[in-house]
């Protein structure tokens, strides 16, 4: 890969240069499809570049992409403990139909003993505190590590799928990573997911038939109704925060 001196300033000094460098960017992104997106990344980026898939309908379009363009990165995921089996079946299925091995990070054995010793399997119902302690070992500092070292992270947040994503970008700058996060179909709808998924005969989780619409952990997720949003199932005991962390300011690797 050509190196660019440029890049690598901007990367490795002040977070002001990291966040004009999130901005050119976004301005080179906004008129390019997600194929090309991806594709310029790669060109652009100095460095390892991570995608974490969670096996949603965004991540299996990013996934066949990548493919498609035969773009290097590392394809990893987040393995919880506590996934449903339907995600494991999609998981097998796309490592076959793309010829690819999906890395997973799992949480730490000690922090899950400890976890559970404290507040029990499922205490993760019992507050927000509880839960958002869960997700930090769980889900949060796997992706730290997953993240150690690179400089582009590629996710499938869309602004669609919730008010809170709404505030979200196509492109940021992760000072707390010193890295650059694009989220290559920010700005497409679920029904342009739908028809490319069914269009490319690409392999997508089972529970998304029966209303699942975003699926994470098993014990915190369920079917939404039609006129709920698309993270409405996601700690569907709660009535605000609708976010793990992975996608908050306050996700600091350690």
């Not at 050509?2 to 906004?30: G, I, M, T, V």
């Not at 299996?60 to 339907?86: A, M, N, P």
């Not at 010829?99 to 507040?119: M, N, S, T």
């Not at 769980?138 to 602004?159: E, H, M, Q």
Request: glycine share 6%.
């Amino acid at each position: 890969m050509r190196a660019n001196s440029k890049k690598e300033w901007a990367f490795f000094h002040p977070e002001q240069s990291l966040a004009e460098e999130a901005d050119r960017f976004a301005a080179l992104f906004a008129t390019q499809n997600a194929a090309e997106r991806l594709s310029l990344l790669r060109k652009e980026v100095v460095g390892r570049i991570v995608f974490t898939t969670s096996f949603g309908l965004e991540d299996q379009i990013i996934t066949h992409l990548l493919s498609q363009q035969g773009i290097d990165v590392d394809v990893v995921t987040l393995d919880t403990g506590r996934l449903f089996e339907e995600t494991y079946a999609v998981w097998v299925a796309t490592e076959r139909r793309y010829g690819i091995k999906v890395r997973p990070y799992y949480p730490r054995r000690g922090d899950i003993e400890d976890l559970v010793a404290r507040q029990g399997i499922n205490g993760f119902y019992e507050s927000k505190s509880a839960r958002l302690a869960c997700c930090q070992i769980r889900k949060v500092d796997p992706l730290n590590r997953a993240l150690d070292g690179a400089r582009g992270w590629i996710t499938g947040l869309r602004s669609e799928q919730s008010a809170h994503r709404r505030d979200m970008s196509l492109v940021a700058a992760d000072k707390s990573r010193g890295l650059i996060k694009l989220s290559p179909l920010f700005d497409w709808t679920q029904a342009q997911l739908l028809s490319f998924t069914a269009e490319h005969q690409i392999p997508v989780n089972s529970l998304h038939a029966k209303g699942f619409a975003s699926i994470g952990c098993a014990p915190c997720t369920r079917a939404i109704a039609p006129d709920e949003p698309e993270r409405a199932g996601r700690w569907w005991w709660e009535d605000d925060q609708k976010e793990c962390g992975l996608h908050l300011p306050t996700a600091v690797a350690p």
